[in-house]
C-alpha cells in the first residue's frame, strides 16, 4: 500500500513530461517552418493574389470588368492554340522522360553497385542550367552548321547540312523544344525512382526470384507497384514543371517560327510583360494554374494508391 502511494507521483509525472516534450517539438517545428512560410506568403501569397485581382480589371487597372478578361482568354484562337500546345508539350515530354527514367532506374538497380559510375556521368545535366541548355541545343539543331545535321549528313541520313530545319520549320519547331528539357530532367526521374527502388525488401525480391518471375515481370508486377506512390510524386513535379516550361523555348526559338512552338507560359508573359495586358495576362494565368491544379489532384488520385491491392 505504501509502495503504491510512493509511485504515484512518478507515475503522474511522466505524462506531463511526454507532453512537455511534444509542446518543444511542435514549437522547433514551427520555428523551423517559420522562414519558408514568411518567403512563401511574401513572395508568392502577394503576386498571386495581385494577379488574381489584376485579372478581374481592365489592362490600365482602372476599373473593374468582371470577367471580360476571362471570356476573352476563352474565345481567343490564339490562346486556344497556346494552350494545345502546352498540352502536347507535357503529354510528349513528361511520357518520354518517364519511359526513359524509369527505364534507366530499373537498369541501375539490377546492376547495383557496377553502376555508380555511370550514374554519376548520367545526373550531370541536372546541373546545367535551362538557358544553358537551350543555347547548347539551338547550336546543335540550327540549321546549316549544327552538329546534329552534320552527322546526319555524315551517315547519309539526309542529303546536305540544310537539308533539315530543326527550329525553323513549323512542323518540327515544338518537337525541337522538347528535347533540352527531355535532357535536363530525365535524369531527375531517374534519380527519384532509383532512389526509391533502394528501399525495396530483399525478401520480396528473393520472393519473386523463387517463384519463377523473370527481370521483365519482376519489375512490372513487383518493383513498379511498390514505388507507385513516388511515381505519383514524380509525375506531379514534372507535369508542373513542365507547364512552366520558359528558358529553353525562349532562348532557341522565342516561340516562333509563327507560334508554332509557343507554350502559354511565353503567352502569358508577352502579355503581361511585353504588351502591357495584366487584365488578361492575369485571366490566362488564374485559368492555367487552376487546371494544373485539377490535374494534379486526378493524377496524384489514380496514381498514389499506398496500401491498397495493387
Excluded at 515481370?217 to 513535379?237: C, F, G, H, M
Aim: include cysteine; aromatic fraction near 10%; glycine fraction near 8%.
Amino acid at each position: 500500500m505504501t509502495t503504491a502511494v510512493a509511485d504515484a507521483p512518478l507515475l503522474t509525472a511522466r505524462p506531463k513530461r511526454r507532453r512537455r516534450s511534444i509542446a518543444g517539438n511542435t514549437r522547433f517545428a514551427v520555428l523551423l517552418l517559420l522562414p519558408a512560410t514568411v518567403y512563401i506568403l511574401l513572395f508568392v501569397g502577394g503576386p498571386l493574389v495581385r494577379l488574381v485581382r489584376d485579372s478581374f480589371r481592365n489592362n490600365a487597372g482602372t476599373r473593374y470588368v468582371g470577367f471580360a478578361n476571362y471570356r476573352f482568354a476563352l474565345e481567343s484562337s490564339d490562346i486556344r492554340a497556346a494552350f494545345v500546345r502546352t498540352c502536347i508539350y507535357i503529354v510528349g515530354v513528361v511520357s518520354v522522360e518517364f519511359i526513359l527514367g524509369v527505364t534507366v532506374a530499373l537498369l541501375f538497380y539490377w546492376l547495383g553497385d557496377r553502376s555508380r559510375w555511370v550514374r554519376t556521368i548520367f545526373l550531370y545535366p541536372l546541373m546545367i542550367a535551362p538557358v544553358v541548355a537551350g543555347l547548347m541545343w539551338r547550336f546543335l539543331l540550327i540549321d546549316n552548321y549544327g552538329i546534329v545535321n552534320q552527322l546526319l549528313t555524315d551517315l547519309h541520313i539526309i542529303s546536305s547540312p540544310d537539308a533539315f530545319s530543326w527550329l525553323s520549320d513549323t512542323k518540327y519547331s515544338l518537337m525541337s523544344v522538347m528535347l533540352p528539357d527531355i535532357w535536363l530532367t530525365t535524369p531527375f526521374v531517374t534519380l527519384v525512382v532509383f532512389g526509391a527502388l533502394q528501399t525495396v525488401s530483399p525478401e520480396v525480391m528473393e520472393a519473386a526470384r523463387m517463384d519463377g518471375a523473370g527481370v521483365v515481370r519482376t519489375a512490372w508486377s513487383v518493383l513498379l507497384p511498390i514505388v507507385r506512390p513516388v511515381l505519383a510524386v514524380a509525375l506531379v513535379i514534372r507535369g508542373v514543371d513542365a507547364s512552366q516550361a520558359f528558358a529553353t523555348i525562349a532562348v532557341q526559338t522565342g516561340g516562333g517560327p509563327q507560334s508554332s512552338s509557343e507554350t502559354l507560359s511565353l503567352t502569358i508573359y508577352r502579355a503581361i510583360v511585353r504588351y502591357s495586358e495584366p487584365g488578361t495576362g492575369g485571366a490566362m494565368a488564374v485559368m492555367f494554374m487552376l487546371l494544373l491544379i485539377i490535374a494534379a489532384g486526378i493524377a496524384a488520385g489514380l496514381l498514389w494508391r499506398p496500401g491498397r491491392d495493387r
